[in-house]
């Protein structure tokens, strides 16, 4: 076997503690894949109100842990639990004026939250005594303990030399602050081109100071070294293009497998789809359409944000609903944006009978939408990674999307789904189109890329074995 690594991972969200999006779910699952390898993986969070208020399985432990900011010690309490299923063990960082908040961001004060998070999780690993050969750290929120470990934590003997991963989840988010914040932490450093006169960002600092740079996608680490998709830092990731990677997130095969998913009215597998046919019926009763099997039920799930797509969405939908491609149903389920609420609240209307709009956030049904759907949209302006379109294939409805980001690298063009590239919506209804022809003249090659898509390996371990190769190479750098 392979030399076991002990691997810390820094994130301001871990599922199922905490979750907004993406980041949750990678937090929660890549460890328990590493452990599986062999790993000492450990995890480190801030103790949100929702632990400091008490949550089953998550103790204080009795450490003193004093943490050094400019102003003096701050005396912190450490929380500590294990991933769900698992023996990974998983801190919780203790702050109660930091942390003990109703919400995870959003706060004026945030760059310091995770400027403090950081430096106390990094700390922690002195305190237990174990030094960690790779620190993992994920997004802006985990960036300060990269900076601080590539400088002023190069004179602690504990720290001297520990290589750094860095994963961006999403670029849009960078944690800009002013310049004092390197005398909160004690960091002594020159300030980089992509900064302001007085600035720091985070996002920056994590990918200038980590040894290995990532993303959640192949084609998206292509995507942000260029100046449509690099959110002002292009510059400083085409310079580090060397160590920039993409690997795809996996899909946590414990909660998304029809076989057993619980919130389906009916299970099935690749071997025996019948179960299908169930589920898609109760959906269709469910959003009042006719109980039809011989026409295509089109859906969608996604937050309703202009990133997924939406404005070219619209006028392909009232497309598909004047029959311009064949009789069709279609079933969207989201919530977001007033207006692409507006929009889809009006086309239901026009259109009842042939579609339906859930317009709230349900994660009990949307199981349902992906199992008794035979198609599933996509057609975001850019996509990290995208877990939409793995969960719809491994249900059997196959995915149309655009060719962007990690949809790119997970849907195969008339082999897993169908997809499309340029962001316009006669590309978007051609690809729809198409795709409905060969659903109504094919039923062999429909049946085939259905296979594809359930059959397809989107799992943790896939991704683990990727970032495996990341700390390998991480450690060798030093
Ligand atoms: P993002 O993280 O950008 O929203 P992803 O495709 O990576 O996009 O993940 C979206 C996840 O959220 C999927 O699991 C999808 O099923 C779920 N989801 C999105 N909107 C809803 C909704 N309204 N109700 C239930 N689940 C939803």
Same mark, same amino acid.
């Given at each position: 076997m392979a030399q076991s690594l002990k691997i810390l991972f820094l994130s301001a969200e871990v599922t199922p503690f905490a979750k907004t999006g993406g980041l949750g779910d990678v937090s929660g699952s890549l460890p328990i894949a590493l452990r599986a390898m062999g790993h000492d993986v450990r995890v480190i969070m801030?103790?949100?109100?929702?632990?400091?208020?008490?949550?089953?399985?998550?103790?204080?432990?009795?450490?003193?842990? #004093?943490?050094?900011?400019?102003?003096?010690?701050?005396?912190?309490?450490?929380? @500590?639990?294990?991933?769900?299923?698992? #023996?990974?063990?998983?801190?919780?960082?203790?702050?109660? !004026?930091l942390f003990n908040r109703p919400d995870l961001y959003g706060y004026w004060d945030d760059p310091y939250r995770f400027a403090f998070f950081g430096r106390a999780a990094l700390a922690l690993t002195a305190v237990l005594d174990w030094r960690p050969d790779v620190v993992h750290a994920h997004d802006w929120h985990a960036a300060p303990a990269i900076t601080w470990l590539a400088t002023a934590g190069q004179s602690h003997p504990h720290f001297q030399g520990i290589p750094t991963v860095f994963t961006i989840h999403n670029l849009a988010h960078q944690g800009k602050v002013?310049?004092?914040?390197?005398?909160?932490?004690?960091? @002594?450093?020159?300030?980089?081109?992509?900064?302001?006169?007085?600035?720091?960002?985070?996002?920056?600092?994590?990918?200038? !100071?980590?040894?290995?740079?990532?993303?959640?996608?192949?084609?998206?680490?292509?995507e942000i070294t260029t100046s449509d998709g690099g959110a002002g830092l292009d510059g400083l990731l085409r310079h580090r293009q060397y160590d920039l990677h993409g690997i795809l997130n996996g899909l946590d095969y414990d909660v998304w497998n029809p076989a057993t998913d619980r919130r389906l009215a009916a299970n099935y597998d690749v071997d025996d789809m019948n179960g299908r046919r169930h589920n898609r019926h109760i959906l269709q009763e469910k959003a009042n359409l006719p109980l039809r099997d011989d026409i295509p039920l089109v859906a969608m799930i996604s937050r309703l944000d202009w990133q997924k797509g939406l404005d070219i969405t619209g006028r392909v939908i009232h497309l598909l609903m004047n029959n311009f491609a064949g009789d069709a149903q279609f079933i969207v389920l989201g919530t977001g944006e007033r207006h692409y609420e507006q929009m889809f609240a009006r086309l239901a209307s026009y259109h009842s009978g042939k579609m339906a709009a859930f317009l709230d956030y349900n994660a009990g049904f949307a199981p349902m939408v992906y199992a008794g759907s035979d198609l599933f949209l996509?057609?975001?302006?850019?996509?990290?990674?995208?877990?939409?379109?793995?969960?719809?294939?491994?249900?059997?409805?196959?995915?149309?999307?655009?060719?962007?980001?990690?949809?790119?690298?997970?849907? @195969?063009?008339?082999?897993?789904?169908?997809?499309?590239? !340029?962001?316009?919506?006669?590309?978007?209804? !051609?690809?729809?189109?198409?795709?409905?022809?060969?659903?109504?003249?094919?039923?062999?090659?429909?049946h085939v890329i259905q296979h594809n898509g359930m059959t397809a390996d989107f799992s943790w371990q896939r991704s683990a074995q990727g970032y495996r190769q990341l700390y390998e190479w991480a450690v060798a750098k030093k």
């Open positions: 801030p103790a949100y109100q929702n632990i400091e208020s008490g949550y089953p399985g998550v103790e204080p432990i009795p450490v003193r842990l #004093d943490v050094p900011v400019n102003f003096g010690d701050i005396p912190t309490g450490v929380f @500590q639990g294990t991933l769900p299923n698992s #023996d990974v063990p998983i801190y919780f960082i203790a702050e109660w !004026h002013s310049w004092e914040i390197f005398d909160y932490l004690g960091i @002594q450093t020159h300030s980089l081109v992509e900064e302001a006169y007085g600035e720091v960002n985070f996002m920056a600092r994590g990918i200038y !100071h980590a040894s290995i740079v990532n993303t959640v996608s192949p084609t998206y680490a292509r996509m057609p975001s302006l850019f996509e990290p990674c995208g877990l939409g379109q793995l969960i719809a294939m491994r249900y059997g409805s196959v995915p149309v999307v655009r060719a962007t980001g990690g949809l790119a690298d997970t849907v @195969q063009e008339g082999i897993t789904g169908f997809t499309f590239n !340029h962001y316009s919506e006669d590309a978007f209804w !051609h690809a729809l189109q198409g795709a409905i022809h060969i659903y109504y003249t094919d039923k062999e090659s429909w």
